[in-house]
C-alpha cells in the first residue's frame, strides 16, 4: 500500500458542535499521520471551487451557503491507504445509513449536517489539498513512534 496524502474538513457544523477535538482524535489514533491543519472560514469562491462537480445538483446553493457559514478546521493527513480509510472512517454520506463506529455513523444524522468530508479518490485529494492549502503550510516530518505503527 502506498503513502498517500488525503484532505479532510470538519464542516462549520462539526465545528459549532464542539466536535473538533472528538473527529481529530480519531484520526490520530488510527495512526495516521497530520501534516497540515488550519480553521477557515471559506469563501463561495472556494467552496463552489471544492464542490464544483456539484455545481448543476439542486443542493448546490444550499451547501455552498452551509459550508461558508462558519469556520471549517482543513486537514491534510498522510499514510498508507488513508485516502480509502479516510471515506471508512468518515463513512456514508446519509449519517443514517453510515455504519455505527463510522464518524457520521456516530455524530450525525441529516445529509445537509454530516459534519465531515474527506476526498474521495487520488486526483481528488490532489486537487482538494492544492485549492485549501499552500506548499508552506504542509509539513514533512517523522513522528517519534514510526516505527511501532508502520512496518519498517
Ligand atoms: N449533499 C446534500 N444533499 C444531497 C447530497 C449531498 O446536502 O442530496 C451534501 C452533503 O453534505 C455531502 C456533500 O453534499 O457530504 C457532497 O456530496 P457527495 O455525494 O460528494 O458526498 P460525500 O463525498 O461528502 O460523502
Ligand atoms: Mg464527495
Known amino acids: 500500500m502506498a503513502v ?11 465545528v459549532q458542535r464542539g466536535l473538533v477535538g472528538e473527529i481529530l482524535g480519531r484520526f490520530e489514533r488510527k495512526g495516521f499521520k497530520l501534516v497540515g491543519l488550519k480553521q477557515v472560514t471559506a469563501s463561495r469562491e472556494l467552496a463552489g471551487e471544492h464542490y464544483g462537480v456539484h455545481r ?12 461558508t457559514s462558519g469556520p471549517v478546521v482543513a486537514m491534510v493527513w498522510e499514510g498508507d491507504g488513508v485516502i480509502a480509510s479516510a471515506r471508512k472512517l468518515i463513512g456514508a454520506t446519509k449519517p443514517l445509513e453510515a455504519e455505527p463506529g463510522t464518524i457520521r455513523g456516530d455524530l450525525a444524522v441529516n445529509i445537509g449536517r454530516n459534519v465531515i468530508h474527506g476526498s ?5 485529494a490532489h486537487f482538494e489539498i492544492n485549492l485549501w492549502f499552500s506548499a508552506e503550510e504542509l509539513n514533512a516530518w517523522t513522528p517519534s513512534d514510526q516505527s511501532w505503527r508502520i512496518e519498517s
Open 120 to 124: 474521495d479518490g487520488a486526483d481528488t
Open 56 to 67: 448543476e445538483r439542486p443542493f448546490f446553493a444550499g451547501l455552498v451557503d452551509f459550508i
Open 4 to 14: 498517500e496524502r488525503t484532505f479532510v474538513a470538519i464542516k462549520p457544523d462539526g
